[in-house]
């Protein structure tokens, strides 16, 4: 079964810290690998963290928030020390593209590689990305800004083949295909046989989605809705509830509550104040409504 992973190579939020840096995260799949987000420092983290930045293609930016795009300039700028070719894609509030090319051309003369803005609407959900091997689809979140959630979802995959039964009605190789994909087959005496005894079921896509950073709503929970991985920011605590309101960002048990309703399989929180040295009273707080949650930190992998 092919897994997924998540490095997070930033946890806090606008103000790092010692422990946590400004957010960003990369997902590998099928020797592909996507960051989201690329907060000030990221390059630094990048080679920290051993990230193979040569698959690294596709980079998705949730909001124009500094702390969520400063390091892109640098990340690009060290991409190109480093003898890279393959052209990188931005993903992006159609803005970005305007604010960003000057300060490229002024300290980035002579890429060795293209860089090209794929614009999307930020208020609406659409899909911004596909593969043959999945998909990626924005949605709208709640903040002080236009800001972004991010869905990957591997496509649909094939039936299983059960290699005794093809035997078995002597099935061509030619039909192989077709019936992985669904169709029934017919023997030279006519007689059809379904698809279900020939195949078992697939195996089920991955998905992860990434919320961050939003102020707790409950309009983006059919987009969320059981995924294997939710990130979803947890930048207070509940007795912090007021300042979570002011800056349009969530608390611990908001998050949890999110994970929840939707179902999730699994959730991460990140994206902490600077206030909490230790993320341990956000995870106690949101276990406390969805057990199945951990933490994030620089450089912690997980697997789903």
């Known amino acids: 079964m092919e897994k997924v992973q998540l490095q997070i190579l930033g946890a806090g939020s606008a103000v790092p810290t010692k422990k946590f840096s400004h957010p960003s995260q990369v997902l590998s799949l099928r020797e592909k690998v996507f960051m989201i987000d690329c907060g000030e420092g990221t390059q630094h983290q990048v080679r920290r ?24 300039v640098g990340l690009l700028s060290t991409l190109d020390t480093q003898g890279r070719t393959g052209d990188v894609y931005i993903h992006s509030h159609p803005e970005l593209e305007a604010l960003l090319r000057p300060m490229i051309a002024f300290f980035c003369k002579g890429l060795s590689f293209n860089i090209y803005f794929e614009p999307f609407s930020p208020g609406v959900s659409e899909e911004i990305y596909s593969d043959r091997s999945l998909s990626v689809r924005s949605f709208p979140l709640k903040h002080s800004v236009k800001s972004s959630g991010f869905l990957f979802k591997e496509h649909e995959k094939e039936r299983h083949i059960k290699p005794e039964l093809i035997k ?75 300042a979570a309101k002011k800056t349009m960002h969530s608390t611990a048990l908001q998050a949890a509550t999110i994970a929840k309703m939707a179902g999730v399989k699994q959730l991460i929180i990140g994206h902490y104040s600077a206030r909490y040295d230790d993320p341990a009273e956000l995870l106690a707080e949101a276990k406390s409504i969805f057990e199945p949650t951990d933490f994030a930190a620089d450089g912690k992998l997980f697997t789903f």
């Open 49 to 72: 963290f051993g990230v193979r930045v040569s698959r690294l293609n596709h980079i998705f930016i949730s909001h124009l928030h500094g702390d969520h795009c400063f390091g892109l």
């Open 168 to 242: 078995y009605f002597n099935v061509p190789v030619a039909q192989i295909p077709l019936i992985k994909r669904g169709a029934d087959f017919t023997t030279e005496d006519g007689e059809v046989i379904p698809n279900y005894q020939l195949t078992s079921a697939p195996t089920p896509p991955k998905s992860y989605a990434y919320c961050s950073d939003t102020a707790y709503t409950e309009k983006f929970l059919d987009h969320i809705a059981g995924v294997d991985c939710l990130f979803h920011e947890a930048t207070f605590v509940q007795k912090d509830l007021p």
